[in-house]
């Protein structure tokens, strides 16, 4: 059984990076169960191992964290959920790539919850929302925001890092960086969308999304624990 843990409040960055070591490793070693932790961070960059400095538009806006897993600059702060991931790969199929797909259809199920059809876009990473609302763009196509950032690691198989979902953060933030160096196209959230969604209601989107793509969740349909 998966372990769910929300946590209330603004969580440290660098203390959530060391509870994700700690329980990865215990999850390998097998004196833990996979875990899924649900969390927000006060207003922060990090740097993701493709990173490239002169993403970072605005160095003196936010902390910049260096960051282990893939991709490259993104932004984590109040009113973005927070998904970090520690499931055991190596269980599942020892598959990386199969893997970030069904991370991508969770975020896409959960989406759909709310009436949103997020979509994939090859050689952008991260889940798409078309955005006919507004101009076409240059190339005279419909526009499209990023609603969700993807970005995990591997240790002896176990993943840890995760998933964003922009609920209702502040959006003027992302101006601090090219989230994960994309530049012609923009950022949205779910309230941006028009939608007034409570980071309650995501996270009970998030538990039917992850048993509908990994056929697993908490029997009464509850997050499990808080921490």
């Keep these: 059984m998966v372990e769910w843990i929300i946590s209330d409040g603004l969580t440290d960055y660098d203390h959530a990076c060391q509870v994700m070591e700690d329980r990865a490793a215990a999850i390998a070693s097998g004196d833990a169960p996979e875990a899924i932790w649900l969390l927000e961070h006060p207003p922060l960059y990090t740097?993701?191992?493709?990173?490239?400095p002169a993403d970072l538009v605005d160095p003196g806006r936010f902390p910049v964290h260096p960051s282990k897993r893939g991709g490259q600059y993104t932004y984590h702060g109040p009113g973005q959920r927070v998904v970090y991931v520690m499931l055991n790969v190596g269980q599942r199929g020892h598959d990386v790539r199969s893997f970030v797909q069904q991370l991508e259809a969770w975020v896409i199920a959960t989406l759909s919850e709310f009436n949103v059809t997020g979509e994939i876009r090859e050689g952008r990473v991260g889940v798409w929302v078309p955005r006919p609302?507004?101009?076409?763009?240059?190339?005279?196509?419909?526009?499209?925001?990023?609603?969700?950032?993807?970005?995990?690691?591997?240790?002896?198989?176990?993943?840890?890092?995760?998933?964003?979902?922009?609920?209702?953060?502040?959006?003027?933030?992302?101006?601090?960086?090219?989230?994960?160096?994309?530049?012609?196209?923009?950022?949205?959230?779910?309230?941006?969308?028009?939608?007034?969604?409570?980071?309650?209601?995501?996270?009970?989107?998030?538990?039917?999304?992850?048993?509908?793509?990994?056929?697993?969740?908490?029997?009464?349909?509850?997050?499990a624990a808080r921490g």
């Design 47 to 52: 740097a993701g191992t493709s990173a490239r």
């Design 133 to 223: 609302d507004k101009p076409l763009t240059a190339a005279g196509t419909v526009a499209e925001d990023k609603i969700a950032a993807i970005g995990i690691r591997l240790r002896k198989w176990i993943s840890f890092h995760g998933i964003s979902i922009n609920v209702d953060p502040d959006l003027t933030h992302f101006s601090g960086i090219v989230p994960c160096g994309i530049t012609d196209h923009g950022v949205t959230s779910l309230v941006d969308l028009g939608l007034p969604v409570t980071m309650a209601d995501v996270d009970l989107a998030l538990q039917r999304g992850f048993g509908q793509v990994f056929g697993e969740a908490p029997a009464d349909g509850r997050i």
